[in-house]
């Protein structure tokens, strides 16, 4: 094929594959048509709404491991949810027990009804990160943002919500022996389930001082 | 010589015997793993290391090795969900990109391959080892994934975007069609081109190939370059799959695609290996790695089996080549 003919075809391709890739905006237009997203306003508006009011359909903790013991696939698809399909996901839990240590970073508690030999959990206290909140909750749905960073603020307000909200009254009160009141979330790996380790997120937390 | 001959066609099949000999273990030990479901989703999941897989074939027949296809399968999969979610904003223009999805696959895959490229400019340029010249990039391409994503997933990638992993084509999932297109190319450029000839004479001898006249450094920033491309078709896969640009997808790829390569019987020194082989090994991998989960085995287990079966495959292939 001579050497003119090649390189017509060549830029032909490359002009519609290009016409067919991007496309071009006013960045003011695209901004005005989705107004600046408050993702502190939302987050707000979920934790009063929608978070708060769903703690009463979460799981108790102390079912949700047996169940997870003897019908793990039920549990899973009966209380958790996550993005996507992956084998990470989330659940909405609540329980009681008696405070067993408190350190810097966390207060391990001793479920309350849980069987002998079942390990303590971990309420998290100073490092509030991830998106299990968020995802626990199922009441979030990634489709209605239009960019995943907005998706994602969301979450970090929710964080930030539990840090200044939830987490510096309990932990400035809490002690060694106090009964607590929980409701929060928690991560499992489906495929790789570890139930002697949990991390509760806290959404609520009651100290009921002996 | 009759020794010899069945000691030949035993080394030629003993992957495809190895496979049967899986299957049939795992089909006796779990219900679960002759189901219907069960052998597609493990088909699905194998496309990727299979693309994968395919490019570092070429590059480890050239004698060389890439530990970076792991990681340049995460920032391919995330630029492709971050052009396509987010586009790009230019305040300074008042301008904003918008990417279809054509032009996010697109812009993933030149990723890839530019990233190849630099990796076959660096290993020629420089003669730098293949090993750390790839093993330098495992780290930048890991570290810009981060940058770009900020350290949070990308997902919500829509419904077109999904069917690349998660669509059926007559009857069969889409990444296995796309795995099967690049099979082929594969093959085609191995075995019928003149760069396929020139990729395993590099392999054989790089010095006589090059006294032959072979351009060795141009063959091999190609053979380096498909092999990102190809990541790149891995990450775009995988991140269909998920509907989520994870930062930390494709972690120890590299070494079930380096396991493929091997238990496919490529030789690790180059000059010696095929396509065909290396789907096998994938095949086994792919397998191996459901099965392990099928049966509950923990997941510090499967390393060490995984890692057991490549180093039996190392063996192998030393043995076969000492006998040829």
Known sequence: MPKPIRYLLFAVVFALLAYNSVYFRKLDEVKAGAAAFDAAGYAEDFWGKKLIPGLSKAVDLNALTAQLKTEKDKAFEQYSHALGIGNIRYFLVKGQGIVADVSENEVSVKLIGAGEGAGNVRIATEYIFGNAVRDASGAIDINAFTNSMDFNNVSAEINELIREKVVPPFKSKVKKGDRVTFHGAIELNREHLQLNNIEIIPVSLQIEQP | ?324
């Not at chain 2, 032959?212 to 891995?234: C, D, E, H, P, Q």
């Open chain 2, 1 to 324: 010589m009759p020794i010899a001959y069945s000691r030949k066609n035993f080394a030629r099949f003993q992957s495809l015997i190895a496979l049967f000999l899986l299957c049939l273990a795992l089909s006796v030990l779990s219900d679960k793993f002759l189901s219907f479901s069960n052998l597609w989703n493990v088909m699905r999941q194998i496309s990727v290391n299979i693309c994968i897989s395919v490019g570092m074939t070429l590059i480890v027949l050239t004698a060389g090795i890439d530990l970076s296809v792991g990681s340049v399968l995460a920032l391919c999969g995330a630029i492709t969900a971050g052009l396509l979610k987010n586009g790009i904003e230019l305040p300074s223009q008042n301008l904003y990109i918008g990417f279809t999805v054509l032009g996010a696959i697109l812009a993933g895959g030149l990723t890839g391959s530019a990233l190849g490229a630099f990796n076959g400019w660096a290993i020629t340029r420089f003669n730098v080892p293949p090993f750390v010249a790839t093993l330098a990039m495992l780290t930048v391409a890991r570290g810009l994934t981060m940058l770009w994503t900020g350290g949070f997933p990308i997902s919500g990638l829509g419904d077109t975007f999904l069917f690349i992993g998660t669509g059926w084509f007559l009857g069969i999932p889409v990444p296995v069609w796309i795995s099967i297109v690049v099979v082929a190319l594969a093959v085609f450029l191995t075995d019928k081109t003149r760069i396929g000839r020139y990729i395993y004479a590099i392999g054989g001898n790089e010095s006589a190939s090059r006294l032959s006249g072979i351009n060795v450094n141009r063959v091999k920033i190609i053979v380096y370059t498909i092999a990102g491309a190809l990541a790149a078709v891995g990450g775009i896969m995988v991140t269909s799959r998920l509907d989520s640009a994870q930062p930390n997808a494709g972690i120890s790829y590299e070494l079930d695609s380096i396991a493929a390569v091997v238990i496919g019987g490529t030789s690790l020194s180059g000059g010696r290996g095929s396509i065909l082989g290396t789907v096998q090994g994938a095949i086994i991998i792919g397998v191996l790695n459901n099965g392990l989960v099928l049966l509950n085995v923990s997941p510090f287990w499967q390393q060490v089996v995984k890692g057991l079966v490549i180093l039996l495959a190392v063996i192998i292939d030393k043995s076969n080549g000492k006998n040829e």
